[in-house]
Every structure is written in structure tokens, then in C-alpha cells.
């Protein structure tokens, strides 16, 4: 059988139809497109009365695109901890758009080339080759909705079924089948009827349909009119023109329901997803947006205090659940589901723009879209950002809650407390700030202030290992590396205060902004080379959030006490550090003596969430822990999707009623569920938060005597003591 370039293969659009027929779908084609038009504008109309965004979002937009092209294209992000997910989305995305690119070429090719210069291109090889190219992926197609079923009804994945979930759901995914098969055999009855053409059998699953008709004996040819004798024999009596006729619309009205829908309902997202991939900010969560000194639309009172990013958000949300299935908030049952802000926002939106009636946005008692306790169970780690495949930047949504609360007075009583302490004493403990150097006097050797002599590393200690007891510990630990390292360093004493970090996320700007303002002038004031910080909440806040505020902006308000009226390292001069990423570059340059085998200690490492998923630096704290000589055995949730200690956001200084604990089921992770199991002998942060978290979870969750809770630097300590012991001993001999 030849099929090799044929110069007539080819096929007729309209087979079967009459003038009036085809006439009657033109005026149906050019209806939808009008709704669908109309329904795209009011969509962006929307978008337009949205509050402006405080990033640049549409800078550089054809590199955007292109990013936005490689990751939407790729599904990169689909496949990300879910190979079945990814492949799913992957069929049905390369489908659908081979699909409609088939479409759009027969279009162009009628209606333009053709109509206009008598060009034709749908034929011969071309033809050929692009309807093995159209059956093949249609294939894909459907089989991708067949895996979307499977997962929705028969397996009900947890993630796919919710409060938001709808009727609109079904109607999504059952048109899409109904496109997808009906393509085919209307396919299998042309082929049929036109004879089976021996080209046609590149189009191999129509070809299959077309034999499977010949084979049951279905008749080919029927009467002059297929529409009357359709309606005279009815469906199970016609034959194969009747049931081709029938197959030909009942596809072109599916397909124009679809398309004229696309706007009003959830197929809009595959618009709206690709235009949030081009419009996301690299930094989102890691910086947050900022509040002018004017007040302008700062924070959630009503709807329209969000911007048109926000809403896009919204409206990308596919209600896929990757945010709630990644959730530690969710996890340990607080009520928090970050996918149902999103759409809870959303609905009162509709529902406002509908004629609605207006309600607080945010509240106590269940009187609001948003109820407040579930705003406070927030740990800001950005697990529901990293995992969502449309890049929605949940947190900053969540500020804008956030910061509405804390305006209300709608805040727990004991973040009160923290904020009242660090106005007082600049610190969240509450303790005076002229002790907050004493954490040193235990040190065999003295420490650099950093306000009177020029130093390498300006040291930002952080409220814990200033005054918490156990992270006091670590404080000396990492005081002890530098200085075996030969390095000068110094920190601020009395003039270190809290770097804001999370009360900004819990929604206290101004309280931030002070702060800020005056780190950077206590930082402005001193000599040094690399600003290192012990904490990787600071270590995200100066090197992401300072950057971004205007200092200019509040330097003359009477409030704030500071008089800095620049952008402070906006050019990214200065280096910030975490400091595993400082001593590892002590490691690497041969400033710490560390042979690789002085502890064999079997160890776990815990990815902070402001470390990894904030800031990407992963492999800092596990090469200096390899460096020391214990084995590392990761954790089955590791790097990015590493599971919060339960700290961040807040959650620190709340108390909830949750079951397990973030932090006790972190630690059950460790010992069941890594290779090593229970014979993982240390638990590894590089976290003072972190570290507080995990002693009481280690306490709370009965784990005392199964594991410790160590920071990396105090393996590095000990491994630096069993080296000098080593050296002592070789002189000794």
C-alpha cells in the first residue's frame, strides 16, 4: 500500500453538509468568537481596576515570554514531585494544542491563502505528515483526560476535592473527552464513507474506527437528505453518512460551547496561568510589597485594595490542590488551605461584580471572606508557592491580610506582646538591649564591636542567639569557627535589634520599616567587607527586603527614628551571607583544617524554609557537614520541599491547637522514614528558629531519648576539637 507522497491526498471540510448548513455554521462561528471576545475583554477590563503592583511586571517582556514559554511548555513544574501529574498535563496540553493548531492551519488556508491567491498547502505530504502528527497527539489527548478521570473519579485524589470544587469542574473535563473522541469518529466515519482511502491510514486511529464500522456492517451510503433520514430511522438506524453528519455537528457545537465558554469559567486559565508564568516576580515571597508612606491601598479593608497581579493570581488558580496537598499549616490541621484564600477571594469578587453584597474581608467569628485564625496559621515557608504550577504568589495575598489585621487589632495576644516588646527593646524577647552582647562573656577570647574597628565580617547575631539559652550555644559555636579561621569579625552589641523579618510577615510594617531604617544606618555607620548573618530570616530580609525600601520616603516622618533617606545596597554592592555560605568559603579557601573523618556521627539536615525554598542555597550546610565527617542522610522531604519546623510567620509565638505538631512530625520523618531510620543519631538545623522548634517538638513528641537537635555549627566545633586533639597527639609521637 503506498501512501507516500500522494499529491492528491486531501480531504473535503464540509463533507455532507449543504449551503444552508454551512452558512448556518458561520453565523454559529462568528457568535462564539463574539462572546468569546466580549468575555476576554471584561476579564482584562477587570484586571484593569485592579491597585498597581509595586513590581515591574511587564519589563523585558519578550525574555518574560520566553521564560514563561519554556517553563508552561515544558510542564516542568506539573512534574515537579508528581511524574503521573506531569505526564497527565503534558498529554492533554501538547494534544489539545496539536489540535488547534490543525484547526487554525485548515482556517488560514480557507479563509486566507485560498480565498485570497488560490494557494493550497492542506495536501499531499503536508497532509500526510500532519494527520499522523494530529492522530498521534489526539491520541496522547485523550488518553491524558482518561488518566484526569481516572484520577478525579476512581482514584478521588484528596487534592481535587473541595468546598471550591463544581459542577464547572466536571463540565471541563467530561467536554474535553467529548472533543477528544468525537474528533475521532468523526474522523472514522469520513474515512468510511469516502471509501477508505489507502492515504487516509496515517490517520490511523480514524482508519481503526473506519474498519471497526466496516466490520460491525454499518451501511455507507444513506438518502439524499442524512438530516431527514436521521430524524426519520433515528440514531441507532442510520447509516454511516447519517451518523457522520450527526458526528460532524455534534463536534462543531461541542467545540464552539467550548471556545465561547473559555472566558466565563475555569478553561480561562489556559490564558490566565501563561499570563501570570510572564508576569511572576523571580523574588516573590522572598521580598514582599512594600507600604508608601501615604497609606495608598496597603492592605485588604475591601477588594478593590488588591492588585491586578492579585487578581490574575486568582484567576490562574486551577484548583489543582498542589498548595494544600504541600501545606504544613494543613497538615497539622489549622485552618488554613492556601488554595482557598485564593478562591474564597476570588468568589466574593464574582459574587461582588454580580451585584453582591459587600462583607469585611477579614474577621474574627466567621462574619468575613477570610476568617482571622486562619490567616494566623500561616508559617509563611512558601511550600504553597513553590509547589503551584502557575507561579500564584500566595504570600503576597496573605500580607495583604495580614497587614488589614494587624490594622483591626485582630491579631493574637501574643504577637501583641512580641510587637510591644520589640517597640520597647528591639528585641521580641523583651530583655534589656545592653544584655544583648552577654551571650559572649562565656568566650575564651574577646569579641570585635563592629561600631569602633573595621572588620571582615559584620556579624548579625539575631534575637535568639542573643537570648535564647540554646541557641546562646550556637552563637559561641559559630564565634569559635570564626575566629579559628583567623578571620576578623565584629557585631553591633546594644545597637543590634531585631530584623523584622517575621512581624513583617505577620503584617507589622511600620514596625519593620523602623527597623530597617535603622540597621542600615547602624550598618552605614561601621567598616566592613561582607555583612554574615547567623539567622536565615535576617539573612533573607537584608538581602532581599532591605534593598527594596525607600528610605527617602519615611525619613522625614517625626515617627520614624531614623534620618537614612536612600536606597540601601539597591546595586547589590555589599554581600549579605548566611553563614554556612561564609564558612564554606572559609572551608574552600583552607582557613578551617577539616580532613573529612573526625566525626562519624549518622546524621539528618533540615532545609530551613528561608535558606532553601527563599533563597535556593542548599548545598552550604550539607558540604560543611559532610566536611566533618558524618554520613548525611536526607530526609525524604528535603531541599525544596522541605516541611517547616512550624516557626515562620508567626508561628513561633502562637500557641495552636494542632495534631502532630510541624516539628514532631518532622522528626518522626527522620527517624522512620530515612534510610537510616532510627539509626539517625543527630537531627541537623541551620536555623535558631529552627533549633527552638525542634527541642520542643523533640520534648513534645516523646523523641528525647531517640535523637538530639544540633546546628551545623556545632558539628563543625566538635570536628575542629577531635582535629586538634589529632594534631596534639602527632606532636606528642
Request: hydrophobic share 40%; with cysteine; proline share 3%.
Amino acid at each position: 500500500m503506498n501512501i507516500v507522497a500522494q499529491a492528491g491526498a486531501s480531504r473535503d471540510m464540509y463533507l455532507g453538509l449543504h449551503g444552508v448548513e454551512i452558512l448556518l455554521f458561520y453565523f454559529l462561528v462568528a457568535v462564539t468568537l463574539f462572546v468569546f471576545a466580549y468575555g476576554v475583554y471584561r476579564r482584562f477590563a477587570r484586571y484593569t481596576r485592579g491597585n498597581e503592583d509595586p513590581f515591574a511586571r511587564l519589563d523585558d517582556l519578550p525574555n518574560r515570554i520566553v521564560s514563561a514559554a519554556k517553563i508552561v511548555l515544558s510542564n516542568e513544574k506539573q512534574f515537579n514531585r508528581d511524574l503521573y501529574g506531569g505526564l497527565m498535563h503534558s498529554f492533554i496540553m501538547w494534544g489539545f494544542l496539536t489540535l488547534l493548531i490543525a484547526t487554525l492551519i485548515i482556517g488560514f488556508e480557507a479563509y486566507a491563502t485560498d480565498m485570497l491567491f488560490g494557494i493550497l498547502f492542506w495536501e499531499g505530504d503536508f497532509y500526510l505528515a500532519y494527520q499522523f502528527m494530529v492522530d498521534a497527539m489526539g491520541l496522547l489527548f485523550v488518553v491524558g483526560i482518561g488518566m484526569a478521570m481516572y484520577r478525579r473519579y476512581w482514584v478521588r485524589n484528596h487534592r481535587l476535592w473541595d468546598r471550591h470544587t463544581s459542577s464547572e469542574d466536571d463540565i471541563f473535563i467530561w467536554t474535553l473527552f467529548g472533543l477528544g473522541v468525537g474528533g475521532f469518529l468523526l474522523e472514522g466515519f469520513r474515512i468510511y464513507i469516502t471509501g477508505m482511502p489507502e492515504h487516509e491510514i496515517v490517520s490511523f486511529v480514524g482508519y481503526g474506527l473506519a474498519m471497526l464500522f466496516g466490520a460491525i456492517g454499518i451501511p455507507t451510503v444513506g438518502g439524499a437528505d442524512v438530516a431527514q433520514e436521521y430524524v426519520a430511522m433515528g440514531a441507532f438506524g442510520a447509516n454511516a453518512e447519517t451518523l457522520h453528519w450527526l458526528s460532524w455537528w455534534s463536534h462543531s457545537l461541542l467545540a464552539l460551547f467550548f471556545i465561547a465558554w473559555i472566558p466565563y469559567a475555569k478553561p480561562f486559565h489556559m490564558i490566565s496561568s501563561f499570563a501570570n508564568v510572564v508576569t511572576r516576580d523571580e523574588k516573590a515571597g522572598a521580598r514582599l510589597p512594600g507600604v508608601p508612606s501615604d497609606l495608598d491601598a496597603t492592605n485588604a479593608e475591601d477588594i478593590d485594595d488588591f492588585t491586578w497581579k492579585d487578581i490574575l493570581d486568582q484567576d490562574a488558580c486551577t484548583k489543582c490542590g498542589r498548595c494544600s496537598s504541600v501545606c504544613p499549616a494543613k497538615a497539622s490541621d489549622r485552618p488554613l488551605d492556601p488554595r482557598n484564600v485564593i478562591l474564597d477571594l476570588k468568589q466574593y469578587r464574582e459574587e461582588l461584580d454580580a451585584g453582591g453584597e459587600e462583607q469585611p474581608i477579614i474577621a474574627d467569628g466567621g462574619t468575613s471572606v477570610i476568617n482571622t485564625e486562619t490567616m494566623e496559621s500561616c508559617m509563611a515557608c512558601m511550600a504553597c508557592m513553590d509547589a503551584c504550577p502557575v507561579e500564584i504568589e500566595h504570600l503576597n495575598s496573605f500580607t495583604k491580610l495580614n497587614r488589614q489585621m494587624t490594622d483591626q487589632g485582630d491579631i493574637a495576644s501574643s504577637m501583641q506582646d512580641v510587637f510591644q516588646n520589640v517597640m520597647q527593646d528591639g528585641n521580641t524577647f523583651g530583655n534589656s538591649p545592653r544584655n544583648r552582647g552577654d551571650w559572649a562573656d562565656e568566650l575564651e577570647f574577646d569579641v570585635t564591636d563592629a561600631r569602633e574597628e573595621e572588620v571582615d565580617y559584620l556579624w548579625y547575631v539575631g534575637d535568639f542567639p542573643s537570648y535564647d539559652e540554646r541557641n546562646k550555644q550556637v552563637a559561641r559555636s559559630l564565634a569559635t569557627i570564626l575566629e579559628e579561621a583567623d578571620v576578623s569579625f565584629g557585631i553591633l552589641f546594644e545597637d543590634e535589634k531585631y530584623d523584622g523579618n517575621d512581624i513583617r510577615r505577620v503584617g507589622e510594617e511600620f514596625l519593620y520599616i523602623e527597623l530597617a531604617g535603622h540597621h542600615v544606618e547602624s550598618f552605614e555607620a561601621c567598616e566592613f567587607d561582607k555583612i554574615v548573618c547567623t539567622d536565615p530570616h535576617s539573612y533573607n530580609t537584608f538581602e532581599n527586603e532591605y534593598p527594596e525600601v525607600d528610605f527617602e520616603e519615611f525619613a522625614d516622618d517625626p515617627i520614624m527614628p531614623f534620618e537614612y533617606d536612600e536606597f540601601w545596597n539597591d546595586d547589590g554592592e555589599i554581600d549579605v551571607l548566611h553563614w554556612t555560605q561564609a564558612v564554606e568559603e572559609l572551608v574552600n579557601d583552607g582557613n578551617l583544617e577539616l580532613s573529612g573523618t573526625e566525626l562519624d556521627y549518622t546524621v539528618t539536615y533540615h532545609d530551613p524554609c528561608h535558606l532553601g525554598r527563599y533563597n535556593d542555597e542548599y548545598e552550604a550546610p550539607r558540604e560543611l557537614i559532610k566536611a566533618t565527617g558524618c554520613e548525611l542522610d536526607e530526609m525524604p522531604r528535603n531541599r525544596s520541599n522541605s516541611f517547616c519546623c512550624g516557626g515562620g510567620g508567626g508561628g513561633l509565638w502562637m500557641d495552636f491547637e494542632e495534631e502532630p505538631k510541624p516539628s514532631e512530625e518532622r522528626i518522626r520523618e527522620a527517624l522512620e522514614d530515612t534510610d537510616a531510620g532510627s539509626g539517625v543519631e543527630k537531627f541537623v538545623v541551620a536555623c535558631p528558629m529552627c533549633m527552638t522548634m525542634y527541642e520542643d517538638g523533640r520534648k513534645t513528641g516523646g523523641f528525647e531519648d531517640d535523637i538530639e537537635v544540633v546546628d551545623v555549627a556545632e558539628l563543625i566545633v566538635e570536628a575542629i576539637g577531635k582535629e586538634d586533639e589529632a594534631s596534639l597527639e602527632v606532636a606528642a609521637d
